[in-house]
């Protein structure tokens, strides 16, 4: 039996959603792989993937059979109880990575927050309250919870809300000196992002990652790495951790763990774990039986030689265009990122003009994304069909000739 549902349209938006955002001016209503189609019945190649969340497309047959198997099983129990697709995916999370111990939560900004707690309260048992202080990198993202946007640092984000939390200072991101600085032995973490991505897709030079792991090491404090936005296969590796070959004390995890079904992760090793006792850290839908059965299915996915391979092949075929594009038409002074998260510079006559260039996309039939208001970026599904890459390219590059020729 299906109801009736009453017709919506995007002025309903400004209506009756708080306006926190500005949505795009058409809705879209069904996907499939890389392409999305809005309530018009227009159709549109999917290079934003959601903000790098959907790693295999829209409705994947793959993920579309564990979310409706699991849903047909059993839905929410809470933690008062374990459940199968939780415990399967912490094996799955234990067994590819650095760490011994999962803990599962709903978003990036979760992750980040019991991460930061965690780091707190490892050093606040191992050597008491002063040693609380975390050490942050200008123009990092982690989230937009108060200790998350603390941590990151924008003003943007962190200003107007009365007091933030305390101990916490930013260096340069990419500055090792800057870091060690101002790394003491009241700091329990270092936090990063292997690869910055909503304030410009900056990837970390390699002597900065070993650079800070060295320095943790020699105050004791926890190398926690943000792989919110570079995890689960973004960089071409499983992890960025990999990509690099420098391992955090903590990882958090999000966005493409659960291919765009709600779920975060930290990873960690058993001995930070023991911090945590019953009690002391919580969420009531974490680690959730629908979640979790789907982010299995995505790393079951992903996690492949063939599939890691294929996404360092567009990465190369998505650089080569966008150079290409970028000079012809002097938009891009440069192309950089890692795998598929990618980010072309905007070239000096078109500094700050991020978001004219992702509305023109979008008048030629291609979502893109910003990383601020000076670079352009591509986060497309990580299965994404080699003649859909093209072909959006094509748009792009329709959209961007008449843009530049105004
Ligand atoms: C998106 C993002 C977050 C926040 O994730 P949410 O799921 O929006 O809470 C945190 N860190 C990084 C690096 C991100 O890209």
């Given at each position: 039996?299906?109801?009736?549902?009453?017709?919506?349209?995007?002025?309903?938006?400004?209506?009756?959603?708080?306006?926190?955002?500005?949505?795009?001016?058409?809705?879209?209503?069904?996907?499939?792989?890389?392409?999305?189609?809005?309530?018009?019945?227009?159709?549109?190649?999917?290079?934003?993937?959601?903000?790098?969340?959907?790693?295999?497309?829209?409705?994947?047959?793959?993920?579309v059979k564990a979310l409706t198997e699991?849903?047909?099983?059993?839905?929410?129990?809470?933690?008062?109880?374990?459940?199968?697709?939780?415990?399967?995916?912490?094996?799955?999370?234990?067994?590819?990575?650095?760490?011994?111990?999962?803990?599962?939560?709903?978003?990036?900004?979760?992750?980040?927050?019991?991460?930061?707690?965690?780091?707190?309260?490892?050093?606040?048992?191992?050597?008491?309250?002063?040693?609380?202080?975390?050490?942050?990198?200008?123009?990092?993202?982690?989230?937009?919870?108060?200790?998350?946007?603390?941590?990151?640092?924008?003003?943007?984000?962190?200003?107007?809300?009365?007091?933030?939390?305390?101990?916490?200072?930013?260096?340069?991101?990419?500055?090792?000196?800057?870091?060690?600085?101002?790394?003491?032995?009241?700091?329990?973490?270092?936090?990063?992002?292997?690869?910055?991505?909503?304030?410009?897709?900056?990837?970390?030079?390699?002597?900065?990652?070993?650079?800070?792991?060295?320095?943790?090491?020699?105050?004791?404090?926890?190398?926690?790495?943000?792989?919110?936005?570079?995890?689960?296969?973004?960089?071409?590796?499983?992890?960025?951790?990999?990509?690099?070959?420098?391992?955090?004390?903590?990882?958090?995890?999000?966005?493409?763990?659960?291919?765009?079904?709600?779920?975060?992760?930290?990873?960690?090793?058993?001995?930070?774990?023991?911090?945590?006792?019953?009690?002391?850290?919580?969420?009531?839908?974490?680690?959730?039986?629908?979640?979790?059965?789907?982010?299995?299915?995505?790393?079951?996915?992903?996690?492949?030689?063939?599939?890691?391979?294929?996404?360092?092949?567009?990465?190369?075929?998505?650089?080569?265009?966008?150079?290409?594009?970028?000079?012809?038409?002097?938009?891009?002074?440069?192309?950089?990122?890692?795998?598929?998260?990618?980010?072309?510079?905007?070239?000096?006559?078109?500094?700050?003009?991020?978001?004219?260039?992702?509305?023109?996309?979008?008048?030629?039939?291609?979502?893109?994304l910003q990383a601020g208001p000076d670079?352009?970026?591509?986060?497309?599904?990580?299965?994404?069909?080699?003649?859909?890459?093209?072909?959006?390219?094509?748009?792009?590059?329709?959209?961007?000739?008449?843009?530049?020729?105004?």
């Open positions: 039996m299906s109801v009736e549902q009453a017709p919506v349209q995007r002025a309903d938006f400004d209506q009756v959603m708080v306006p926190n955002y500005a949505p795009a001016a058409f809705i879209p209503v069904r996907g499939l792989g890389s392409r999305v189609w809005d309530q018009s019945g227009r159709e549109l190649i999917d290079f934003a993937g959601g903000i790098a969340v959907n790693a295999l497309g829209h409705c994947h047959p793959v993920l699991q849903a047909n099983q059993l839905w929410h129990v809470s933690n008062v109880f374990t459940n199968e697709p939780a415990l399967r995916l912490a094996h799955k999370l234990v067994e590819a990575t650095f760490a011994d111990r999962a803990f599962f939560c709903n978003s990036g900004a979760e992750a980040n927050e019991a991460a930061f707690k965690l780091a707190r309260r490892v050093a606040h048992d191992r050597f008491g309250p002063e040693k609380h202080e975390i050490i942050a990198t200008v123009n990092s993202f982690h989230g937009r919870t108060l200790f998350t946007v603390s941590v990151g640092g924008q003003p943007k984000y962190s200003d107007g809300f009365g007091p933030k939390i305390t101990g916490i200072s930013h260096v340069a991101y990419n500055d090792l000196d800057a870091l060690k600085a101002q790394i003491s032995d009241k700091t329990c973490a270092v936090v990063i992002e292997p690869i910055q991505g909503e304030s410009g897709v900056v990837p970390a030079d390699q002597a900065y990652l070993e650079g800070a792991r060295a320095l943790c090491d020699q105050h004791n404090a926890l190398l926690v790495f943000d792989e919110v936005q570079t995890g689960v296969g973004r960089s071409g590796s499983l992890y960025a951790y990999q990509h690099f070959g420098v391992t955090p004390d903590i990882l958090t995890s999000a966005k493409s763990l659960g291919g765009g079904f709600p779920i975060g992760a930290m990873l960690t090793t058993s001995e930070l774990a023991s911090h945590f006792a019953p009690g002391t850290h919580g969420t009531t839908y974490g680690g959730n039986p629908l979640g979790c059965a789907v982010a299995c299915a995505v790393l079951d996915v992903v996690n492949t030689p063939e599939t890691l391979a294929g996404i360092r092949e567009r990465h190369a075929r998505f650089k080569a265009r966008l150079e290409l594009i970028g000079e012809q038409y002097g938009l891009f002074s440069k192309v950089r990122g890692v795998g598929l998260l990618i980010g072309c510079v905007l070239s000096e006559a078109w500094a700050g003009k991020a978001k004219a260039v992702l509305d023109a996309a979008e008048r030629d039939g291609v979502m893109v670079v352009v970026r591509f986060a497309p599904s990580l299965v994404i069909e080699h003649a859909d890459i093209d072909e959006g390219l094509d748009r792009f590059e329709r959209a961007v000739a008449r843009l530049t020729q105004v």
